[in-house]
């Protein structure tokens, strides 16, 4: 085994374990975290604003991944959500060390929901597990239908799947077909609500099948 | 110094020599070598097809990078390009020994343009020289005008920039002015090029931009 394989499988072990605990914590405490993961400019911060919108039941608390900048947590701010940065600094993904890190500085809510929006980016955030229930991935028409086909892996761990941007579909020439039936083949089980993030059409169903999967 | 990064850096270090001697070799047969960055879905495969229609001076051969599938590559290659397919089986940006490992089973034609078209990301991709002469990076208006400011390396990193969707941007709220402030504080030499990928519009001047790069 070269020096860089036994050093990313350190690096993977080492993450499981550590979001393994942060689990345990957030369990514990009736928290119910939910991982967010899609491309860059796929709808994540406006899935995430209509989501907020729509559970009330709770308390909730978010935090943002970006590489460099705070401008979705000052968005969030600004609409009274309790938001938390990170910036990773060039890293494409965030991972467990990151998520411990900030929770230290979080006053955690019993009962509560936390919401992780990680990085935009399709490939690396779906390697690593950050102690959260469930990932939900975010893909836009706009990125076109075969996305399913070119980067699976998030596609196999999302537990739902936000199609935004479905009122431009037309003009993007979007197969809705061709992509759900590309989910389908690497995730059976995983919906797919199709939505509007600006108008927020859709989101009910998102809510109503988030609050069921919290159970 | 941990060993990760000290891992890190080697890899860094040991591409960088690799790519050089790879640059060397395009130039020696006057190859042209652009790498084509840019987040799923913004249109990579789309501009790229219709750069190829314009850039008939010379030779063409495409090097597609992807995770996984050949859907770009078969797409290419019924409109009679000659195209070569990397599948990286997981890694999410090309890499030197990836592109010396295929030119390998290329015949690299003297005078001609190399094409490649890297893994849809906007993280990775730019922290890796592959041997290119100019990156080009593309991003799209429904990925939203804030890209500069939260992916700040792949623009600093690209000699020019493909707006694509621009057909679209009014559905999606694009801020046009927002985004060309970001490019222009990072990188005040790149120009922008506005564009619909789908109808060739604006490619014009792409292309009349890449044969004066050439020189």
């Known amino acids: 085994m070269s020096d860089r394989i036994a050093v990313k ?3 993977y072990e080492e993450n499981d374990r550590q979001a393994a605990l942060l ?13 967010i993961l899609g491309g860059p400019g796929a709808g994540k911060t406006s899935s995430l604003k209509q989501i907020l ?10 935090i943002e991944g ?3 900048s705070d ?21 494409c993904h965030l991972n467990a060390p990151m998520i411990d890190a900030i929770v230290k500085r979080m006053s955690l809510k019993p009962k509560s929901w936390l919401f992780i929006e990680n990085i935009g980016n399709l490939v690396c955030p779906a390697e690593f597990v950050i102690g959260e229930d469930v990932k939900i991935l975010v893909s836009s028409t706009a990125e076109g239908a075969d996305k399913p086909y070119k980067y699976p892996l998030a596609f196999q761990k999302a537990a739902a799947v936000i199609l935004t941007k479905e ?3 037309p003009y993007v020439k979007f197969d809705e077909a061709y992509f759900r039936a590309g989910v389908k083949a690497l995730n059976p089980d995983a919906p797919v609500f199709g939505v509007n993030a600006l108008s927020g059409e859709g989101f009910d169903a998102v809510s109503a099948w988030l609050r069921n999967a919290r159970g």
């Open 9 to 11: 499988r350190a690096v």
């Open 23 to 35: 689990h345990e914590i957030f369990a514990a405490k009736d928290i119910f975290v939910v991982n």
């Open 53 to 62: 919108a729509r559970i009330k039941d709770r308390p909730v608390s978010v």
């Open 66 to 68: 970006d590489i460099t």
């Open 71 to 91: 401008i979705d947590t000052r968005a969030l701010k600004d609409l009274g959500i309790e938001a938390y940065q990170i910036e990773t600094g060039g890293d």
């Open 167 to 169: 009122d431009i579909a």
